[in-house]
Every structure is written in C-alpha cells, then in structure tokens.
C-alpha cells in the first residue's frame, strides 16, 4: 500500500497532544470495573454456569497482584498460566500485566518437550495452573526447577508438582483488599508472551506490550473488523493460550462486552446450549469446532439467532461451512486471518456491499480484508512489492502498530523480520480493495521453472476426489525445473485408487505444468502438535528414500 | 476512573512489537485511495453533486502536495484553509500533513479582528481559500503581509488579496503527476492546528498530532462511539473549520465511507435533500442544524430512513431535538460532548442497553459516556478528585492520547493543563457508569455560601417559561454568600412579565437558595462571534453599572 518515500525525515514541528499518555492493560482494567463495572464474566464448569461482575472481577484483580508481589514477582517477570478459558484466566490476563509483570500463556496442546523448552527459555517464575491439567504439565517441569510458585486453580490433587503449591482462592483471601499499581509510564513495557508452535525449529515467544495489546484490542472494535461493543455477548471458544484469544478478552472488558468462558467444553452440543442460554452475540474459534457445530446444528436445530458475527480463523475456512451457516441458519460466519506474531488481527474477510450475493460468497472465501492500522504487501523471490492485481502471487509480508518486531531472545527467527515487516509465510494475492486470498505456504510452495506452484491449490482440488481423505504435496528437487511436486495421497480404506486415477482426475483440473510428477499413496499425512499437515516430516522422509512414488503422468 | 498508583516506574523489559510503526495521515491517504478507492467524495455546490473516488482525490493529492512544495512550502510550515466543506477542503486535510506540513484551518464565523490575530500567530504561509469567501477574508489579512501565496478555489474574483495569488485548479493541472512523500518517523509530528474561539483572551491554538488524529479516527470506529465503516455515507454538517470536522473526514477515509460535502448549504432543505438522495447514514452537527431540520421533517416528512446515527454535540442538545427525532421519525440522534482540545471526541450519550426506555430517554439527555482511551474525573475546588455517585458536582477533567497537553506558543492559557489533565471548564457530574451531566461551565458557575449553583440549570429553568425568550444567569458578588445569581432575562415582546412574575414562576422548581436575588429585563443577551451567551460580556455591564435590577424575591 506504500507508495513512493523519500527517505528524507519531514517535521520539526512537534504536534502539542498528549501523545506521552501511555496505553496500558491498566486502563482496561479500570474502565472494565468502573465504566463496564455491571457486565459480567459467566464461567462453564460442564454443569453450570459461574458469574461475576466486572467489578467484582477487578477487586479479585487487586488481590492476585498484591498475592503475586507477596510471593515476589517483580515488573518484568514472567507469569505463566496453564487453563482453560475462565474468569481466572481473565483475572490473570487483567492483572499481570497491570502490575508490570509479563502474562505468559502457556498452551496446553504442546508436546511435554516443547512445554519444558517453553518454561525454561521464558523462565516462568510462577505458574497459575488449573487442578485438572496439572498432570499434563507436572511431568514436563517438574525437573526443570525454573517455577517457584504453582498457584492452583480448584482443589483437584496437586500430585507431581515441584516447588511451593499454592490454593488461587486460599491466595486471594489472605491477600489484601487493595493494591498499589506501578505507574506503567512506557506503553512499551512488555505485558504478554505467547510462543508460536511452528513446524521448524524451536518454539518462538511473542512478547506483546501494553501499547500494541490496546491498540489491537481497539482495533477489534471497529464496525469494519468485529464491532466488538457494550451491547455485546463474547464466546472466546479459540483457548486464551492461543494469541491472547484473538484479543477478545481485552476488548470486551474494554467495552463493556459480557464474556462466556466455555472451559474444556468445546464441543458442539455445550457450545450450542451456551450460545442459547446466554445470547451470544460474537463466538469465535477454528473452522474445525465450527464444522462440528454446524452439522450439530443442521440435525438439532439449536436456536442460534442471538449471534450477529461468527469470527473463524486458525486456517482456511471450507466454502461448507461459511456457505452452510449462511444459507441453513442465517448465521455470519466471517473468516479472518492472523497469526500469533500479528497479535492476531491482520484481515477481516467481510464481503464489500457492493457486489452481489455470488461476488460477496467468493470475497467470504478469501484470508480477509487488510485491517485498519495494519499495512501489507506482497513480494516477489527478490524482495521486490508486487501489484495488488488478484493475480500476482508473493510472499505476504505486513507492518503495523501490533506486529511483532523480533522473537523473545532468540536471533535464529531474525530473518523473519527485515526493514520493519515481517514475513509471514504465506503466499498470497492481493486484489485493489485489499483482499488477501492466500494461495500456500512459503516454504510448502513448489518453484518449477521459475514459477510457482500452490501446493494447498493441487491439495484442495485432489481432496475433491471422492476416495481421497488426505492429500498433502510437497516439492521434489528436480534437476531441470528445479522443483517439481509430489502428492502423497491418503485414499479410503478398501478404494483401489491408484496414481493413475489420481493423474487422471487431475488433468484439466489444473494447469497442465502444475500436474504432479508423483503420486504416493501412504496410511496417514503425519501432523504436527496442533493438528496441522506436517510437511517438515514428510520432506523429511522423501529425502531418506522412504517415499516412493509412481508417476501418474507417462508424457 | 484512576485507582491507586504509586509512584514507581516499573517495567524493565520491554516488548517486541512495532511500536515504533509511525500513526501518520500519510497511513489514511494510502488507505483510501487503494483499499477504500472505490468510495467517493460527493460535494454540493447549490444545484449538483460533484463526484470523485477517493482514487482520484488521492491522486490530486499528489499533485497538491508537488504545487505546494514547488511554492516552498516546508515540513512544519501552517497552510491555511478558508472553505466550507467540499472535496479540496478534503484534499488539504489528506495532503497537507502527509507533505509533512501543518493543515491550519481558519474558522470563516471569527471577526476580522481574531482572522487577522490568527493568522499572524500561525504565521500561515499559504492560505487556500474558496472565491465565494474571499471578501471575507481579505479585508482581515491584507495587510499583514504574512501570507505569501493565495490558492482560490473557484473562478471568481480574487480583489484584495495581496501576496502572489493562484487558481487551485491551475496551480494542480501543472503539478507533477506523482509526489514523494517524505518519511514521517515520529509521529508526534505535528499535523493540523486549529484555534479556539474561547470568551476570555485571545484564540488559543491547538496542535495536533499525527499519532493523535489517527488514534482519533479510529476511536469513531469504534462501534460503541459512531461505529464508522465501510458501509456508511457520510454527512459532516459540522463545518471543516470545527475541531476537523469531529475527525469524521479521516475516520471516512480510513475506512472507505463515502463522505457528502454540503458547502455553505445548511439549511434544512438542502440537507434533507442531501440524505435523501444519498441514501446518508451519519449525519453530524449542531442542535440549531437538527432543530430546524426536525421543524423542516415535521412538515415535509422527508425520506430520512437511512440514517443510523446523527451526532449532535457543540452545544446542550434540548429534550425536544432528541425526542421529536426519535417519536417522530424514528431518528437516533446521539449526543456527543467534546471541544477543539479534545480532537474532539470525549463522551457518546448512547444509552445504555440494560434500562427501559423512560430511563434511556434520561441518559441520552447527558453529555454522554466516557469514550474508549478518554480518561476523565470531577475534582472539587481544591482540586481534589470527586466520587462518581452521579451527585457531586465538579470541574471535568480528561486526559487520554487524543487530548492536547498544551497550546501552541501561547503561555496564557498554560493554567489549563496540569499533571498531565487538561481542566474542560465544564462542571459535571459522572455516574458510576461513566455518563457525565454537565451542569455548568467552571467560570458561571456560582459560588454562594461554599456551595456551587448551577446558572444553567437556572436558565434552563427560566427559559421553560413561555414568554422568556432568553435567559442568561451570571453571578454578582456578595459579602455574605462571596456570591449570589443575577438573571438576565429577554422578554416576548409585548409581554408584561416582570421580576416578580419570574421569581413566582422559578418558587417552587429549584431549590430556596439557588433562586436570583436580582431579575434585569434586558433587550438580548449578547453573543460570542459563534453565537454563544457572552457571559463575559454582561460580567463587563454588570461591574460598569449598567445591569439593574429589581430583586423578584423580597424576602
């Protein structure tokens, strides 16, 4: 969206605002108790539901902080939590940051090694863990001897845990009634962490400040992104160890939204009674928890009339599913595009109002509409910016107030970030309104003579093949075309599919150069901890010859 | 809304985010005229609609810039404005802050006296101004000698400007097709002035910020304020050369909303043309514009239905605008409280959702709720900050990223801004949900016995008697109480309403002590050059012994 700069340094005229002011998580804090102080946080336990005023909230608040002083954290220590979505959380997500200490949101999903490295590198002091998670966690740290303090959640057996264990509402209780917050006079000041579970190397930490948390959070109360407001009923179902929930805990106590925490019940039956039961108006999550509700609701028929936008991101969102919600239930389920290192809110897929219905399906399919306060670009192998045509295809690269500029002590993901974007991975085209429609993965794309090829494209359209269940390609070296791709193919159990059958519902179905040379028909594409194809791997088998294919295409 | 805060810095780590990105305008031009570049600018000249894309107005941007720059305009130098508003009006406010300069827009309603003291004290350069309003100005400015250049917009005569004079349309044929913007690292940068028409001293400028006009725009976004986006049309009534027409020209452009410039055409029938025939969803303005517009409704029943909201602030909106809207018509008219210090946005008086309608009737009425980022106290005389019972009354206080910290070269008027407040003038009360009702403005406020007297509830009062036609309450010094209120009354012509016969109207509707000591029959009260009460001015008569008056109450 830039457009020419000269790299000269305009101004020397000071604007006179109060432009010093900081944006601190403490404002949110109090204007959550004050302005907002009638709404409330309503917890699910499986059976029923727990309340509490936002008011009330923020007087809980007050006492976790002068609880976590007492047990000696300082400004800038790390503070780990370990739970489900529940008003605990909110406490921990309000008050760690407000008295200048670091929230850090570990994710319950991660393999036991990945969570040892996390809590080592981030060095958590303290972790404020849920009692029926902790043996999920207890075995991963228990030997690291980094957490201090475990501050349990609900009164399950603390068995495994090193160090000293703590009660969260013995803690509260014995803790004062008020607390002296710190003056956070630099809105930089780091305020959450969260690590991204990537599929090369190590996890990497974003450490999100206070300026870049209001900021996003704001920017999520835009009419054009989420309009989150005072009017609002929010079911964060995406967990709060996942990119601060999409922010959405931080808006809502910003506005005056009431929150609906569904702890571990993420399935489709108790969303849809929450949904019911509390007139939720925003829900958000992964397309896979809304598949789920979807074919719930087409057989059960919930009333789900209270929900005004449906926001879905993680991955891409199946054409089923934003159609079906639409056209059976009325439902707007609005895909968007993020990632942890973009806090997450990078686009918004709202169809333009002034295009008609089919036109307004396919921008529904896209990544998003760039948001407001966030500047994209698309670029070419050498780094140069490509026209924003529908067409050219790039690596998507964005810039704005809540991007991450670096990882959390650790250069080797320094190259991710150059001259102020950072590069997301993705490949993608932009159209001239800012539409994102992301065609692969940077890594996973396949560069063939020059051009490239969109795995994800080959991958959806051999998922179309009524026997396929899976289809993952990747790039094969190839000493003339450089790369060439490679489809592994999952089939259906008892299908006598074979490479030649593939080769053939192919044809015509792509460009002829995008054809496979390759077809490898294996039990299962491995995944990663969170359930994506995991490429890594299989790049990894075809390197030591355990992949071998038959070639679909005799030309 | 502050609690507890101690006085230590905390925070040593600092996060990793882009907290450097500079909050420009250059950020909203690029906006609007790519992903927002379908959206238009339609301006009313009398007779027709003057249409261009936000494509097209970006690309004579361009060219505005490159002519401003060929006549030396320099980072940091003032370009004035003297136009209604229209799209070259639109055009300066994207252009001149990206080129780095200062957008300074001269209120066309001041004297010539206060033109002509601002000018020299913006010490403008370059004033860009609309031919129809030249006679206006000319006069004021001739003979400064401070303005170099005259850009008019329009053909016609040009007689008594003096510097080099230029046509806009000329000046942008010849310009260079592209411009490079210079970089704007800090956005502290100043990037548009606008001064105060205040009733004690001279006009005092306020300079705002690149980072504080962005961060404005986007709070109007936000859809608990006016919930700017992409689906609106735009009608800024509020003309340009008001606190930035309440920022609505940038939060239209950042978010591709149509805008509908109506020029010097405000009265009721042009502009309910306007919303009609474009299908208008904002509309803002004043109450003497919405008054005569629902006088105009009332009798013509225009087709208003695509109005949303119209915001109304500038002035106490009246029980009757509010009401006869919304029974009548159907109409959200919404009040908003703000000044030029504030950029302006401070308060939004939406109801909350959670009452009946009596009740909401009730706190539409208010100055409105604390906007999001805006933080705001009472403090009483001692300065000392006042509960939020919706009882006690005192001196509104705000500070936030959008509100000025200071005026532009001007020390006088320093005792505005203390520890990092800036004191409104206007005395309020704020309940515990953050509505603030104002009862007064600090220096007509009357202070009698220790206790503070309202003299607007008091006119407010008077002026429900049907044959007083104005009323303004000022306070007269009193040995015993320090001070006692004095009416100052107009009277229907023709009506033989007396001293007497209001202090029999008022016995009864406010409180024994509040009720004046003294009734002066006067002809008019006299007004600001924006049509305000000068209170300041019947202070002068009163002291010079010009106001007599007859006690109503002889007890």
Known sequence: MATDSAPTQAGSLLGLMQDDYPLTIKYILDRARTVNGR??????DGEGLTRATYREVGDRVDRLCGALTTLGVQPGDRVATFMWNRQEHLEAYLGIPSMGAVLHTLNLRLFPEQLQYIVEHAQDRVVIIEDTLVPLLAPAV??????????????????????????????????????AYPEIADDRTAAALCYTSGTTGNPKGVLYSHRSTVLHAVGECMADTFGICGRDTVLPVVPMFHANAWGLPYSSTLTGANLVMPGKFL??????????????????????IWLDLLRYADEYRPDLSSL????????????VLLEGFRERHGLNVVQAWGMTETSPLGAVAHAPHDVDEAAAAEFRLRAGQVSPLVDVRIVDAEGEPMAWDGEASGEVEVRGPWIASRYYEDPTGDDKFHD???????????????????TDRSKDVIKSGG????????????????????AAVIAKPDERWTERPLACVVVRPGSDTDAEALAAYLSGRVAKWW?????????????????????????????????????????
């Not at 709404?39 to 699910?44: C, D, G």
């Not at 399935?267 to 896979?288: D, N, S």
């Open 39 to 44: 709404a409330t946080v309503a917890s699910f």
């Open 142 to 179: 228990a030997e690291l001897g980094i957490v201090e303090h475990f501050i349990v959640v609900g009164d399950g057996p603390v068995e495994g845990l090193t160090g000293q264990v703590h009660r969260y509402e013995e803690l509260l209780a014995a803790a004062p009634e008020s607390f």
């Open 267 to 288: 399935q489709a039956e108790p969303l849809a009674k929450l949904i019911t039961g509390e007139r939720v108006t925003v829900a958000a999550g992964v397309p896979t």
């Open 308 to 319: 005004r936008v449906v926001p879905c991101g993680g991955a891409a969102v199946p054409r």
């Open 420 to 438: 102020g974007w950072l590069r997301t991975g993705d490949v993608a085209s932009i159209d001239d309104r800012g539409y994102i429609r992301i």
């Open 451 to 470: 051009e490239w090829i969109s795995s994800v494209d080959l991958e959806n359209e051999l998922m179309g093949h009524p026997d396929v269940l899976e």
């Open 515 to 555: 054809e496979p040379d390759e077809y490898v028909l294996i039990p299962e594409v491995p995944k990663t901890s969170v359930g994506k194809f995991d490429k890594k791997a299989l790049r990894a088998r075809l390197e030591s010859g355990e992949l071998r294919g038959a070639a679909g295409d005799q030309s």
